[in-house]
Nanobody, 116 residues
């Protein structure tokens, strides 16, 4: 079975940076999309950024210019570099691996807290 293991979350001051990592293990089809989602208290879960196995990316408007998603296909790992963080970015961030069939695997989620 495929498992996703996340790391890099924590507490940071406004204006600071964090780098999230998500490593996938198991038997993984090479054609897939990996992404980061977040959910803040009282809000619905939203897509933050996604990247296909060919390198195409999508970002939420709220993070464009501040966040960068990347992946290492050889290591089946996806990263999210988060710069210029603000309290609005405080949320539980979850890693996702998705196939064209619609089947998706989720990580356990990691807390990101940005203080004023």
């Amino acid at each position: 079975q495929v498992r996703l293991v996340e790391s890099g979350g924590g507490l940071v001051q406004a204006g600071g940076s964090l780098r999230l990592s998500c490593a996938a293990s198991g038997i993984i089809y090479s054609i897939n999309t990996m992404g980061w989602y977040r959910q803040a208290p009282g809000k619905q879960r939203e897509l933050v950024a996604a990247i296909t196995s060919s390198g195409s990316t999508d970002y939420a408007d709220s993070v464009k210019g501040r966040f960068t998603i990347s992946r290492d296909n050889a290591e089946n790992t996806v990263y999210l570099q988060m710069n210029s963080l603000s309290p609005e970015d405080t949320a539980v961030y979850s890693c996702n691996l998705r196939y064209r069939s619609g089947y998706a695997i989720w990580g356990q989620g990691t807390q990101v807290t940005v203080s004023s």
